[in-house]
C-alpha cells in the first residue's frame, strides 16, 4: 500500500482520470414508485429470488446491455485464497444457475477441489447487483450436449483447441491449435462435445439483491435457504 505522501499511482503517471473524483448519485428510484424493484424490499422477493433476477437480466438484455448474463465467479484455490473471473450465466431455474466451462481449467479444478463459489452480476447502468452464493456440481452430460449443440461452429471448435488456463509460448502455437482441430473435424458435420468440457450449477444458499438509492443508502435484501424455505431480510447498506 503506498503511504499517504505519496501520490496516487494513477496521477503519478500522467494518467488525468482521477478515479476518486469518480462519484454517481443513484437518485432514479421514487419513493413511492409502484414497480415494485424500485423500491426493492422484502416483499419483492415474496415469489422467490428467481422471478427477480430473471427480471433484472431481461432489463438489462432489453436495454441493451453488452451480455446481461455476464457474472464474476469467485472460487478458492488450493491455498484457500480466491480466484474470481468472468463467465456467461447459460442457464436460470429454481435450481440455480448454470455456466460451462473447460473441466480442466484452474475454476474447474478449485471447484472439484472445494465446491463452493459466489457469482456476482453487476448491471451498474440500473444499480443493480445480484450475488447468487453456494455449492457447486457439474450438470448431467445431457444438459451440457443439449447445449453444445447449440453453440457456433467456430465457437466448438475453440474448445477443443485450447486447454484452458494452461500456459502457451505464444498466439501462433494457439492459433496452430485452431487449425488443427479444424481440419480434424472438417469432415464432421458436427462437432463433438470434447469430454473434458461442460457445465457447473451453483445451486444458491444465499441470493442478495442490491439496488443503488440515493446518498448510498441503498436497498439489500437477502434470500435464503433454510430448513423450511426460504426466508427474505434487508440488510443495512
Ligand atoms: C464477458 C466474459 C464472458 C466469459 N464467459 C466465459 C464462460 O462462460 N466460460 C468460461 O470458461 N470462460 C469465460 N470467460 C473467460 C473467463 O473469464 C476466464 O478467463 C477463463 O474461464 C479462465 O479462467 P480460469 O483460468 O480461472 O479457469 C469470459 C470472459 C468474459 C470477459
Known sequence: MPSDAEEPADLRAGNPVDLAAMRVAYAVQESNSPVPEL???VATVADGWLPLLQRWIDQARAEGTSEPNA???????EHGRPASRTVLCKGLSEDGVVFYTNYGSNKARQLERFPYASATFAWTEFAHQV??????????????DAYWRTRPR???LGAWASDQSAPIESRSALDAQLVEVTERFAALPEVPRPPGWGGFLLRPTTVEFWQ???NRMHNRVIVTR?????SARRLQP
Open 39 to 41: 423500491n426493492l424490499d
Open 226 to 230: 433454510g430448513d423450511d424455505g426460504w
Open 154 to 156: 467456430g465457437s466448438q
Open 71 to 77: 457474472m464474476v465467479l469467485a472460487t478458492v484455490d
Open 131 to 144: 450475488t447468487v452464493r453456494g455449492e457447486v456440481s457439474r450438470v448431467p452430460g445431457e444438459v451440457t
Open 212 to 214: 443503488g438509492r440515493a
